[in-house]
């Protein structure tokens, strides 16, 4: 059956039979190779260079969650692209920020957005965030192999619980794990900078405004002490990526609004390097 | 053993096209209809959770009437098929021209193979361009001939009885509540000539709205914004609440008797299946 339905033109088989509403399912099935995580490598000595993308932050306020990263990518220590995106919107209340391998990050970001669509679209719902927040693990387990190569995917997770009514973070690591941010977190190599910074600022009755100031000055301190992780380009007018998801979903800052912050942040730096400064005692 | 009767295959043909037809006509009709945002879906079904009309792809409507269990085998297939090609190319490659083709293709196969029963479909694939111009409709009956469509089409039952109707009365750029209220008449015109009333809990309508922000443009209308459109009527002398969906369908009224004759080039040749 399956031989012969190609040449009249009719759906495959696979298409129409009935199964799971994942697209990765019925992906693994019916075209094994177009999975990111499925294809063999050959055997490598040492790591593949290729660019990186660097520092993602996150932040929860009463009401969402904001979701930023900074927009340099390096290979070694060339700088290897100055805007790229490494956040995206996975669906209109969740949004994923990638650090790793920016070619498999971006190809994983696409799948995994592709994955939430599909089951929406076959199940007339969407995923629990639990939900997605798991699917997500799946693939970034599906990647270890190449994570074992140097082609690791570190993403973070964030979004709006409809059924919780907030904002929530989760984090992974190479092999998977999963695990929930409370108030604020981070990813990539400038992620220990900028949660200093965070750790320092956060509270817990923080505003929508205040939040978005916050992950643009924890991308600033990233960007200050590691030099994989990109600050403010004034000069050429690239800004991070800001990102919010409240109850009426996923919104990216303009470029204005974002420039607006980032030169305020700047304005303050020129006269006080470090930053804001938290009370001693 | 005996031999089995010769049946020719024309006999063979028209019994099977009369099988599918007959199952399709015991559901009810729905129609899908241009207007001056893009395309709305409008069918009566009682139930809230088992859909006729459904997103395929971004810019993508389904809608089907028949039985259940193979138009939605059909609509996941679909959706399979536009998310796979979507995700090999890109997503501008999904188009409903080759989503239709595909289509076609099974219900054509599986009409013409005596190891299988005619699929009791009838579908209707849709995509809204970036201009009324760019719009398309494809009705794709039972036995897998295609058909493009302009303006308005009904599928199902009686099907042909509201086609006339709307093919009278629908007119390029309507807005979203006129069409609404087209397909609402023309859906309550009964067999017989007469009416009745069907209340707005039982309607089904989504719309694909080229208008919309988002990539995807597909979105059902339920609830409140529903009662408001049906209501866009009475409400025209208080234009109070004016948001951009619910404009002036007064005018439209008399200009809907004058535009019948321009309406009628637009009038599609009616498809081959049809009795």
Same mark, same amino acid.
């Given at each position: 059956?399956?031989?012969?339905?190609?040449?009249?033109?009719?759906?495959?088989?696979?298409?129409?039979?009935?199964?799971?509403?994942?697209?990765?399912?019925?992906?693994?099935?019916?075209?094994?190779?177009?999975?990111?995580?499925?294809?063999?490598?050959?055997?490598?000595?040492?790591?593949?260079?290729?660019?990186?993308?660097?520092?993602?932050?996150?932040?929860?306020?009463?009401?969402?969650?904001? !979701?930023?990263?900074?927009?340099?990518?390096?290979?070694?220590?060339?700088?290897?692209?100055?805007?790229?995106?490494?956040?995206?919107?996975?669906?209109?209340?969740?949004?994923?920020?990638?650090?790793?391998?920016?070619?498999?990050?971006?190809?994983?970001?696409?799948?995994?957005? !592709?994955?939430?669509?599909?089951?929406?679209?076959?199940?007339?719902?969407?995923?629990?965030?639990?939900?997605?927040?798991?699917?997500?693990?799946?693939?970034?387990?599906?990647?270890?192999?190449?994570?074992?190569?140097? !082609?690791?995917?570190? +993403?973070?997770?964030?979004?709006?619980?409809?059924?919780?009514?907030?904002?929530?973070?989760?984090?992974?690591?190479?092999?998977?794990?999963?695990?929930?941010? !409370?108030?604020?977190?981070?990813?990539?190599?400038?992620?220990?900078?900028?949660?200093?910074?965070?750790?320092?600022?956060?509270?817990?009755?923080?505003?929508?405004?205040?939040?978005?100031?916050?992950?643009?000055?924890?991308?600033?301190?990233?960007?200050?002490?590691?030099?994989?992780?990109?600050? +403010?380009?004034?000069?050429?007018?690239?800004? +991070?990526?800001?990102?919010?998801?409240?109850?009426?979903?996923?919104?990216?800052?303009?470029?204005?609004?974002?420039?607006?912050?980032?030169?305020?942040?700047?304005?303050?730096?020129?006269?006080?390097?470090?930053?804001?400064?938290?009370?001693?005692? | 053993?005996?031999?089995?009767?010769?049946?020719?295959?024309?006999?063979?043909?028209?019994?099977?096209?009369?099988?599918?037809?007959?199952?399709?006509?015991?559901?009810?009709?729905?129609?899908?209809?241009?207007?001056?945002?893009?395309?709305?879906?409008?069918?009566?079904?009682?139930?809230?959770?088992?859909?006729?009309?459904?997103?395929?792809?971004?810019?993508?409507?389904?809608?089907?009437?028949?039985?259940?269990?193979?138009?939605?085998?059909?609509?996941?297939?679909?959706?399979?098929?536009?998310?796979?090609?979507?995700?090999?190319?890109?997503?501008?490659?999904?188009?409903?021209?080759?989503?239709?083709?595909?289509?076609?293709?099974?219900?054509?196969?599986?009409?013409?193979?005596?190891?299988?029963?005619?699929?009791?479909?009838?579908?209707?694939?849709?995509?809204?361009?970036?201009?009324?111009?760019?719009?398309?409709?494809?009705?794709?009956?039972?036995?897998?001939?295609?058909?493009?469509?302009?303006?308005?089409?009904?599928?199902?039952?009686?099907?042909?009885?509201?086609?006339?109707?709307?093919?009278?009365?629908?007119?390029?750029?309507?807005?979203?509540?006129?069409?609404?209220?087209?397909?609402?008449?023309?859906?309550?015109?009964?067999?017989?000539?007469?009416?009745?009333?069907?209340?707005?809990?039982?309607?089904?309508?989504?719309?694909?709205?080229?208008?919309?922000?988002?990539?995807?443009?597909?979105?059902?209308?339920?609830?409140?914004?529903?009662?408001?459109?049906?209501?866009?009527?009475?409400?025209?002398?208080?234009?109070?609440?004016?948001?951009?969906?619910?404009?002036?369908?007064?005018?439209?009224?008399?200009?809907?008797?004058?535009?019948?004759?321009?309406?009628?080039?637009?009038?599609?040749?009616?498809?081959?299946?049809?009795?």
């Amino acid at each position: 059956m399956e031989a012969n339905t190609r040449s009249t033109g009719r759906l495959p088989a696979a298409f129409l039979t009935p199964g799971s509403s994942s697209f990765m399912d019925f992906l693994s099935h019916h075209s094994p190779d177009m999975l990111p995580g499925k294809r063999s490598l050959p055997p490598l000595q040492g790591a593949i260079e290729a660019p990186h993308g660097t520092t993602i932050v996150a932040v929860t306020f009463p009401g969402g969650v904001v !979701l930023a990263g900074d927009r340099r990518a390096t290979m070694g220590n060339m700088i290897a692209q100055r805007d790229i995106e490494k956040v995206f919107p996975a669906d209109e209340y969740s949004a994923v920020g990638i650090a790793g391998t920016a070619g498999l990050a971006v190809e994983m970001v696409k799948l995994f957005q !592709l994955e939430l669509e599909h089951f929406e679209k076959v199940e007339g719902a969407q995923l629990s965030l639990e939900g997605k927040a798991n699917r997500l693990s799946t693939m970034i387990r599906s990647n270890l192999a190449m994570a074992m190569q140097g !082609l690791a995917v570190v +993403p973070l997770f964030a979004g709006w619980d409809v059924d919780r009514e907030r904002g929530r973070i989760f984090s992974y690591d190479v092999t998977g794990g999963r695990s929930e941010e !409370l108030g604020y977190a981070s990813t990539g190599s400038g992620s220990i900078f900028a949660r200093g910074a965070m750790k320092k600022l956060y509270h817990e009755e923080l505003t929508e405004q205040q939040a978005t100031t916050l992950v643009i000055q924890a991308l600033y301190d990233a960007a200050d002490d590691d030099s994989a992780t990109g600050g +403010p380009d004034v000069a050429r007018r690239i800004y +991070p990526i800001v990102t919010v998801i409240t109850e009426d979903g996923f919104r990216r800052l303009t470029d204005d609004e974002s420039s607006e912050i980032a030169r305020a942040i700047l304005e303050r730096r020129l006269s006080q390097p470090d930053g804001p400064r938290a009370a001693l005692l | 053993m005996s031999t089995p009767f010769y049946v020719s295959p024309q006999q063979a043909m028209a019994d099977r096209a009369e099988y599918a037809r007959k199952g399709i006509a015991r559901g009810r009709s729905l129609v899908v209809l241009q207007y001056a945002d893009g395309i709305v879906f409008v069918g009566e079904n009682p139930s809230r959770a088992l859909h006729k009309f459904s997103e395929i792809y971004d810019r993508i409507g389904f809608a089907a009437a028949g039985k259940y269990n193979e138009y939605e085998n059909l609509r996941i297939g679909g959706v399979r098929y536009a998310d796979l090609r979507g995700y090999t190319y890109d997503r501008d490659d999904v188009t409903a021209r080759g989503l239709a083709n595909v289509y076609a293709q099974t219900l054509g196969t599986i009409f013409s193979s005596a190891a299988e029963k005619p699929y009791e479909v009838e579908l209707v694939v849709a995509e809204v361009g970036a201009t009324a111009d760019g719009d398309q409709i494809y009705r794709l009956p039972h036995d897998g001939s295609i058909v493009d469509e302009h303006g308005s089409v009904a599928v199902g039952g009686s099907s042909e009885q509201i086609s006339t109707y709307l093919d009278q009365r629908h007119r390029d750029g309507m807005s979203l509540a006129e069409a609404l209220k087209l397909a609402v008449q023309a859906l309550s015109r009964d067999t017989n000539g007469g009416e009745r009333e069907i209340p707005a809990e039982r309607l089904e309508v989504a719309v694909l709205d080229r208008t919309r922000p988002q990539q995807r443009k597909f979105k059902r209308i339920v609830g409140r914004q529903l009662a408001r459109l049906l209501e866009a009527d009475g409400a025209a002398s208080t234009p109070t609440d004016a948001p951009s969906d619910t404009e002036e369908p007064d005018g439209g009224e008399t200009a809907t008797d004058t535009s019948a004759d321009t309406a009628k080039p637009d009038a599609e040749p009616s498809g081959d299946d049809k009795e």
